[in-house]
Each structure stands twice: as structure tokens, then as C-alpha cells.
């Protein structure tokens, strides 16, 4: 039983955290957490009462509240310009979304992305007013709260009461949510094992909500870190799991708890898009020989393999996506991997590219000798304006007759300007690499296909748990983004649409893998 003491000293110290200040030093941390450790059960009545009465206080300070006007005000400029863009027919009406945040905070309505685009774009608010909400949000991703002391005052003193006060606040303040206390609240339980379904069943919906992630991206980056760390665990409690090297690393993360950092993570999730992205190419040149009959006897063994491994990747891709969606190109990169084009498969279709251009300009050049003409002007096209790179390439001409003097010195201009040509042809040739290998890739995936080429009970097994054909609409998905993005006929809002659309995409499949797993 705790002494009245402790628990009128730990009553003290939450009392001067109604200051609102949370710059405490590390000692005084230490001596509050110690308290509520020692304090007993018994306390949990008066923490959560004091933690309440922080919540109040804080959600009511002064710059909470010009925070909210600001935001407020910010969103009526961007609701005016999104009523002038619907009466002009370039957006379709606003659909009213579930409201689980105050729409003080986060925007009620739910647009398609294009539409969100569109309306930042064009919107013309202040400029000081936008400068003013983009501090109060950064505030919100750099700067602490007394209410996550509080927060963990109460987890110390008692967990599964805690647990139980957390889901019954989320349910009295729905619709009415704060950011900053929901960021605190999951900094707590972000180490903690053993959530119920119920608050896991909120993780899941602030990592889905779109406006939640466009304005308060730290919410939804922690939802994302708590899915992501009980999805593993659940997977890695499924029995016969494939013996690949990944995945066995995968467990080996998971079994030393690397898995709250994210740097392990995402080490690993480049490693197997790089496997995933090799298994592409595997099954372009098994493609080959699709129709030949002579192969037949082992193209089932090897078909039947690389599904059984592709399908056991994508689970945990899936659930550490969000480790490679935070990067600043993640989408891309996690879009190409599924068109084996990432890592060591895009730096052997580089390679191949720079071959390429290197042998078309030495073809150029030694046209322009049988010609007799001077290389100036092919180097004057292949610099793109570039004076810098003109003038390098050309001190390597004789300076009088303005051709080269040896073959040594048009190989290093040739190599020189390879990659100038390769960069100029890029867009155009992976647009056409992309297209050929997802046409490979989905006559591969096609039921029909692998009706004819599997057993019956092969297929069963393959597609028991549905990852093949998740596979095939994430393929999908990932060709129409790139496809998007790349088309330079597309104004800007549109690719960064395209970009938007396909991590929402990533994220509604993850959330799908995450409660098939929580289901078994």
C-alpha cells in the first residue's frame, strides 16, 4: 500500500504541470515516473482526473486557440476557392467523410486527390496567414506536451486501466479529437504489446484518414509505426513459414525488438523490394518459355516456386511500407520494385541504357567521318545546351580541323556524352520497359494462365491467402502511377495526384493485410 506521501508528492507534481510547461529536466522526469510507479493502483482515480483537467487546460491555452482560429480561417479560404472550382465543373462535389478530428483542425469534407490539388493550388490565401499554418503544424510535429507526462504518469500507475481510460476518451471525444493529444497518447502505448482490438480499431482509423496525413502527418506516421510493429508480430506467429533468407532476417529483427526502429526496418524492406524487383525479372525470362513445349517438364517447378516466394513477400512488404512511404520519392521507388525495377534490377537496366546510347553515338560519330563532316554539331546536340559540357567535350577536337585526332579521345567523348542521350531517352524507354514487363507480369498472374499450367490443388494453395492477387492490383496500381507521372502531357497537379492516389492505395492494402493477419 502506498504512503499517503508518495501520492501527495506525485499529486504535487502533476499539479505544477498545469503550468503547461513540459520542459521539465531529466531528474525531475525520473522522480515523477518513479512516483507513479510506486504509488499503487489505488492512485489511478486521482491521475486520471488530474490528467482530464491537463487535457482542458491545455486544449483551452492560448495558442491552442489562436492555433484553431488560424487553421480555421485557412480552411475557410480554401473552402471558398473549392465552391468556385465546382461551379466551374473542374472538381466534383465535396463528400462528407467520417469526422473523428475537430474540423478546426482537419478539413471534414474527403476529396479525391486531383480535387485536393487543384484547391491548394489555386487557393490564394495571405501569405502571412499561410506562414502562420504552417507553424502551427510544425509546432505540432517539434514541439512536446505536458499531456504525454501525464499520458505515461498513468500507464505507470496502472497499464490496463490506462488502456481502458484511453479507448473510453477517444469514444466521449470522437469527432472532437485534438492532434496533440492523440500524438501523446500514442507515443505512450507505441512500446506496449498487448493493445486490445478496440484501440487498435482507432490506430487503424486515423492511419487511413487522407486529411489527417495531409496536415498532421506525425498522427498518422505513429498509427502507421503501432500497425506495422502488431502486423509483424502476427505474421511472425504463423506457423510454416516459408524458409527464405528475407524473411528469416525479417525474424531475426523482429526477435531482437529492432523492429521499433525504423532504420532496421527500412534496411530491410529495400533489401527484399530488391528481391521482389529480381523475382520480376525471373519471371520475364520464365516468360520465354511460355510456349514451348519442350520446357514444359520444369516450367511448373519453377512457376510454382517464384509464386510461393512472391506471394510470401508481399505480406511484409505491405506492412513496412510506411517505412518507405515517409522517404521523399517512396512511392516511386516502392511502385517501380513492383516492376522490377529497383536496386540492382534498375542499376542493370542503367547499365543497359548507357550501352545503349553509347553505342548509338559512336554510330552517330562514325557516320559523321564517312560524311566528312565535323563531330561539333552532333556534340552541340547531344550537350542539350549545356555550355559547360559543350566546351569539356570539344577540347578533346583537334582545334584546327575540329575532328578528333585519335579513337581514344572519341571514346571519352562518346562515353561523356552517353549519359546526356541516356537521361534525354529515359522517360521514354521506361515508360516502354514498365509497359512490357507488366504485360509479362499479368499474363503470368492471369487465373487462366495458371489454371493451365498448375494443379488444381497448386492453385488452391497459391491462392488460399490471397496474396497473388493482391499482387496483381498492386502491379496495377503501381503501372497507372507511373504512367501518370511520367505523361508530360499531365499538369503538375495531376502527377502529384497520381503520387497521392497510389499511397492511398499502398495504405487501405496494408490496412487489408493488417486485419486478415488479426483475423487468424
Known amino acids: 500500500m502506498p504512503s499517503s506521501d508518495t501520492s501527495q508528492q506525485l499529486i504535487a507534481c502533476l499539479q505544477r504541470l498545469e503550468d503547461l510547461n513540459p520542459d521539465l529536466t531529466t531528474t525531475e522526469l525520473r522522480r515523477i515516473y518513479a512516483l507513479a510507479e510506486s504509488v499503487g493502483k489505488e492512485f489511478f482515480p486521482v491521475a486520471a482526473e488530474q490528467t482530464e483537467r491537463l487535457i482542458g487546460l491545455y486544449r483551452q491555452s492560448p495558442v491552442k486557440q489562436r492555433g484553431a482560429e488560424i487553421l480555421a480561417e485557412y480552411f475557410q479560404h480554401l473552402d471558398a476557392c473549392a465552391r468556385q472550382l465546382c461551379e466551374a465543373g473542374e472538381i466534383s462535389p465535396a463528400q462528407e467523410g467520417r469526422k473523428s478530428f475537430s474540423t478546426a483542425l482537419v478539413p471534414l469534407n474527403e476529396r479525391p486527390a486531383l480535387d485536393w490539388c487543384k484547391i491548394l493550388n489555386r487557393a490564394e490565401p495571405p501569405k502571412p496567414l499561410i506562414k502562420a499554418a504552417d507553424a502551427f503544424r510544425r509546432r505540432h510535429e517539434v514541439v512536446a506536451s505536458v499531456v504525454e507526462i501525464a499520458f505515461r504518469v498513468m500507464w505507470l500507475v496502472d497499464r490496463s486501466q490506462a488502456v481502458n481510460w484511453l479507448i473510453e476518451y477517444f469514444k466521449r471525444q470522437d469527432g472532437d479529437h485534438d492532434p496533440d493529444v492523440i500524438r501523446d497518447a500514442l507515443m505512450v502505448v507505441l512500446d506496449d504489446e498487448e493493445l486490445p482490438p478496440t484501440f487498435l480499431s482507432w490506430v487503424e482509423t486515423w492511419a487511413l484518414d487522407a486529411n489527417l496525413l495531409e496536415y498532421w502527418p506525425t498522427v498518422t506516421r505513429l498509427a502507421d509505426r503501432i500497425i506495422c510493429r502488431y502486423g509483424m508480430e502476427a505474421w511472425n506467429r504463423q506457423p510454416n513459414l516459408p524458409r527464405l533468407t528475407p524473411l528469416a532476417h525479417l525474424r531475426l529483427i523482429l526477435r531482437r525488438k529492432q523492429q521499433g526502429d525504423d532504420s532496421h526496418l527500412l534496411h530491410w524492406l529495400r533489401n527484399i523490394m530488391d528481391e521482389l524487383g529480381n523475382g520480376v525479372l525471373r519471371f520475364m525470362a520464365l516468360e520465354a518459355a511460355l510456349d514451348d513445349c519442350q520446357k514444359q517438364h520444369w516450367r511448373k517447378t519453377i512457376l510454382l516456386a517464384e509464386l510461393k516466394r512472391m506471394a510470401a513477400y508481399y505480406t511484409p512488404i505491405m506492412l513496412a511500407a510506411n517505412c518507405i512511404l515517409e ?194
Open 327 to 520: 522517404q521523399p520519392d517512396g512511392a516511386q521507388q516502392l511502385a517501380l520494385a513492383f516492376m522490377g525495377l529497383y536496386g540492382r534490377s534498375r542499376q542493370q537496366w542503367d547499365e543497359a541504357m548507357i550501352a545503349m546510347a553509347t553505342k548509338i553515338i559512336r554510330r552517330t560519330f562514325m557516320r559523321d567521318l564517312k560524311e566528312s563532316r565535323t563531330p561539333v554539331e552532333t556534340i552541340r546536340t547531344l550537350t542539350f545546351g549545356d555550355q559547360a559540357a559543350f566546351n569539356f567535350a570539344c577540347a578533346e577536337l583537334d582545334l584546327a580541323s575540329e575532328k578528333f585526332d585519335s579513337i581514344a579521345q572519341r571514346e571519352k567523348v562518346t562515353i561523356y556524352l552517353s549519359t546526356f542521350y541516356a537521361s534525354y531517352r529515359q522517360t521514354q524507354l521506361i515508360g516502354a520497359e514498365v509497359a512490357k514487363r507488366y504485360r509479362r507480369l499479368m499474363r503470368i498472374l492471369h487465373e487462366d494462365f495458371l489454371r493451365q499450367v498448375l494443379e488444381p490443388e497448386q492453385l488452391e494453395e497459391l491462392r488460399r491467402d490471397g496474396a497473388i492477387d493482391q499482387l496483381a492490383n498492386m502491379a496495377a496500381q503501381a503501372r497507372k502511377f507511373l504512367a501518370r507521372r511520367r505523361d508530360i502531357e499531365n499538369s503538375l497537379e495531376e502527377m502529384l495526384a497520381a503520387e497521392m492516389d497510389f499511397e492511398r492505395y499502398v495504405r487501405q492494402q496494408r490496412i487489408q493485410v493488417f486485419r486478415r493477419l488479426a483475423m487468424q
